[in-house]
């Protein structure tokens, strides 16, 4: 089973400002299927990113993803108000899905 | 519109069983291979388990931590999937979501319902 570190856990930010989020895999991830997503308090995930890099549909284009093998990165260009929220990674195999703990990013 | 719609959650004892649904509208729900993926009050998310679709052989799999005591399932002719899950511990409190990756409905997941065991 695929381990996934996010880091950091907490990024305090302001609207506006750039915001780069990691995520490692404990072994490579095959096809690149690692997916990020955003959640809100009392809110279902909501899917951001798919196969590394592919936005969601409605997504806005602010949200990018980047990275294979091992090193993923989810980069919101500039922090709206609405971004403040937490992030998971996301692993999808062929047999299991995995998840990272998460990194929340807050207003400072 | 594309919808995944959760039921079946409630207080049940240490020990005790519950069935979840997942009823599904406004896409092919036969081709989507689907997942449970659970939350526990204030803690990330956890996946409990997937059904293939059955033209890929309708297989389930399961996480660690509930593999032989839940059950995953899906009828078709009602767009649903279920959630059986036997031998309740305190540790399997949590809103339990259905979702899927599948293309047909890349992203799309319910609102969750929530399942607390306690005595």
């Known amino acids: 089973e695929i381990v996934l570190t996010q880091s950091p856990g907490t990024l305090s930010l302001s609207p506006g400002e750039r915001a780069t989020l990691s995520c490692r895999a404990s072994?490579?991830?095959?096809?690149?299927?690692l997916a990020w997503y955003q959640q809100k308090p009392g809110q279902a995930p909501r899917l951001l990113i798919y196969?590394?890099?592919s936005r969601a549909t409605g997504i806005p284009d602010r949200f990018s993803g980047s990275g294979s093998g091992t090193d993923f990165t989810l980069t919101i260009s500039r922090l709206e108000p609405e971004d403040f929220a937490v992030y998971y990674c996301?692993?999808?195999?062929?047999?299991?899905?995995?998840f990272g703990q998460g990194t929340k990013v807050e207003i400072k | 519109e594309v919808q995944l719609v959760e039921s079946g959650g409630g207080l049940v004892k240490p020990g005790g069983s519950l069935r979840l649904s997942c009823a599904a509208s406004?896409?092919?729900?036969?081709?989507?291979?689907m997942n449970w993926v659970r939350q526990a009050p204030g803690k990330g998310l956890e996946w409990v388990g997937r059904i293939k679709s059955k033209s890929d052989g309708g297989t389930t799999d399961y996480a660690a931590p509930v593999k032989g005591t839940f059950t995953i399932s899906r009828d078709d002719s009602k767009n649903t999937m279920y959630l059986q899950m036997n031998s309740l511990k305190t540790e399997d409190t949590a809103v339990y979501y259905c979702t899927t990756l599948s293309s047909v409905a890349r992203g799309t997941w319910g609102q969750g319902t929530l399942v607390t065991v306690s005595s």
């Open positions: 406004g896409f092919t729900f036969s081709n989507a291979w």
């Open positions: 072994q490579s991830v095959s096809g690149s299927y």
């Open positions: 996301q692993h999808y195999g062929s047999s299991s899905w995995t």
């Open positions: 196969v590394a890099s």
